[in-house]
């Protein structure tokens, strides 16, 4: 059924303090809030204030873990919307009613699939930021880094040890990491990885790190990085 004028009428009424709500408790939390100061947000700041909230969504109506919030590059501080100009708040009720649309009872199912394919760690888009619900956070929700260097991780430790062991030996080196790629026990994982730091090991001459990688439901073994 197509909607009138009287129904837009009260789904915006409805849905204002909603928006203000969600500016408010889900968009930034650091800090407290900030003075008003009448911004007015640029063009490209409504699109990344545009991807928070459709992310937002994603997690109330998708049950999704949030683990990249974009509009704290905007505003870090408690709440975007008391420092923006009324023109700007007016801009973000229309984005939010927008991307609501997309998660309507009818159409939920589809658009929990199509964020989940753009945003969560199998990611089709460049950021990375949704989670499973069942996701286990890192000890001390260490956050995640894109990783400046190609490395070898292995599933096992040890695995990772008998990689360190053959360095001086290159022919039994490449056999190994053949046999270890091929039964998927070890693998390199590329520079710009989002990497995050489950636990460190110290093996005396060599610090190790368990990581966690994209697309993987256990950590890797790999040196450590960040030391």
């Excluded at 649309?101 to 990611?123: L, T």
């Excluded at 046999?179 to 489950?198: F, L, M, Q, V, W």
Aim: proline share 5%.
């Amino acid at each position: 059924m197509p909607l009138t004028r009287r129904t837009h009428s009260k789904i915006g009424y409805r849905f204002h303090r909603w928006i203000a709500l969600t500016l408010l408790c889900f968009s930034m939390m650091a800090g407290a809030v900030s003075a008003q100061t009448n911004r007015t947000l640029s063009a490209s700041e409504l699109e990344t204030a545009r991807l928070g909230i459709y992310l937002r969504l994603a997690v109330e109506r998708c049950g999704y873990k949030l683990r990249y919030n974009p509009i704290k590059s905007i505003y870090p501080g408690a709440s975007l919307w008391d420092v923006v100009s009324s023109e700007s708040k007016k801009l973000l009720t229309d984005i939010t009613l927008q991307e609501m649309s997309k998660f309507v009872a009818a159409a939920r199912p589809g658009a929990c699939s199509a964020a989940w394919d753009d945003y969560g760690p199998q990611k089709r888009k460049g950021i990375w930021a949704l989670m499973a619900a069942d996701e286990p956070e890192p000890p001390g929700r260490h956050p995640s880094l894109a990783s400046q260097y190609s490395f070898i991780a292995c599933k096992d430790l040890k695995d990772f040890q008998t990689y360190l062991g053959l360095a001086n030996d290159k022919a039994a080196l490449i056999d190994y990491l053949e046999r270890s790629y091929k039964n998927g026990s070890c693998e390199r994982i590329a520079a710009g990885t989002e990497i995050s730091i489950d636990r460190r090991q110290d093996g005396g001459k060599h610090r190790y790190a368990c990581y966690r990688v994209p697309g993987h439901r256990e950590c890797v073994w790999g040196p450590d990085l960040f030391r």
